[in-house]
């Protein structure tokens, strides 16, 4: 079943490279692979047996000379491949109607980067982890180049590019570091592995900066706002939804997994960066006037909330956390699709001063921007509201004083969330703003599929929850006096 997951996409760019001037069609195939790709995806999650922590559906391909190739699920990353598959057509629909030139190719790229980012959660094997989470580098540098918008388009491209490629080099290194001492980078084989804490904290230095840069942590934040603020639509969606989970998944996998003295070790340091980023980016937020920067800057203080909760050392916290990546997921590509793409196509506008009044021709639109504004904020019955407050009481006891600096960024979310959606909405009309059309039937549904997911797992957490408790315990670290040196 793996194996569909991986080729579906590939097959689907295929048949695209053999069709010719047909948009429609080229769409159609492209949106019916996604589809199938998530219809797997759910077929595996619901034969997944939660009730044990080993992988499952693990595939080999050992037909290479050069590399054997592993793959397989657990109960973390089986989530996050759904997360990915789901996204995928949300993303292809968004720019449905709006791309004409090179459209072939804007398709065949979004079916490939859903590949390999499928490759990346699934990949048994360490330097397969590194191979696939770099992979999605060039592809995403295409699209906003070709694709983009804005004069600087090519420069957020760059930036985005070297910024995510100079941070993974020390992963690299620490990867080629494990493999030299215990000749093999096989995930279940450097578990049963002690290494000695000297050591781990070198190794656990270098897989740190490239993940923190890929978060986006600070000081390694700026790429985003830019590569967000010049990206098309879909790759916007693609990159809060899915790239960023890059490395969450990575955080669980690696770090914790692996290196759990380490990670306890620099544990007031991570908690020092998070709640830096979280007040930084708050506040950037809350004077930015670009609406897709905006939502961008709120990402990041979403994400630092994420990484909390992850090395909170608990169960809550880092099911929080994990609860808190999926609603990002959901609630960040539809207030991407509000702003970026409902708005933007029809007053070729960001700049929040520009528009005013949107109630006035758009209320159907502007309630369901009014529910995804108060789900980022992390209203209860909201899925954000579940993470957060799981994360933060999972930090609470390791750490009360973090947990309540955490705890900030909730009331700072409130502060640019409502004030973007008062500004845009009510008021009275802006001048020079003809009437507007409201939400068609594509972006309805659109923004309902994410509407869905986010209150209906708000409200029953325990389908997810159920299936994390048995993987979620085995990461959970005891804090050791002494680590028999094996390196």
Known sequence: MITLLLLIPIIGSMFLLLINEDELKMKQIALTTSLINLFISLFIWYQFDSNITQYQFVSDFSYLNLYHLNFGVDSISIYFVLLT?????????SNYTTITNNLKFFLISFLILESLQICAFVSLDLLLFYIFFESV??????????????????????????YTLAGSLPMLLSILTIYSYIGSTDFQLISLYDISLDYQKVLWLGFFVALAVKTPL???????????????????????????????????????????????????????????????????????????????????????????????????GIEGAILLSIAHGFVSPALFICVGGILYDRTHTRIIQNMRGLVVYMPV????????????????????????????????????????LGASGIVLSAVYSLFLYNRLSYGSYHPSLQPLKDIDRREFFLLLSLLIPTFLLGIFPNVILDTLHMSVASLLYEVPSYVPTIL
């Open 365 to 404: 639109f502007t309630v369901l921007f009014c529910i995804f504004t108060l789900a980022n904020t992390g209203i209860p019955l909201s899925l954000n509201w579940l993470g957060e407050i799981m994360s933060l009481m999972g930090i609470w006891n390791e750490s009360p004083l973090t947990a309540v």
């Open 85 to 93: 598959t789901f996204v995928t057509p949300i993303a292809l629909l």
């Open 218 to 316: 600070y000081p390694f934040i700026i790429w985003l706002p830019k590569a967000h603020a010049d990206s098309v639509l879909a790759g916007s969606i693609i990159l809060a939804a899915t790239i960023l989970k890059l490395a969450t998944y990575g955080f669980l996998r690696v770090l914790i997994n692996f290196l759990p003295d380490a990670t306890h070790y620099f544990s007031p340091l991570v908690q020092t960066i998070c709640i830096i980023s979280i007040i930084y980016s708050s506040f950037s937020t809350i004077v930015q006037q670009d609406t897709k920067r905006l939502i961008a800057y709120s990402s990041i203080a979403h994400m630092a909330v994420v990484v909390l909760g992850l090395f909170s050392n608990t169960i809550q």
């Open 137 to 162: 580098l060039p592809v995403l540098f295409i699209i906003i180049v070709i694709f983009g918008h804005g004069k600087d388009k090519f420069r957020s491209a760059l930036l985005f590019f070297l």
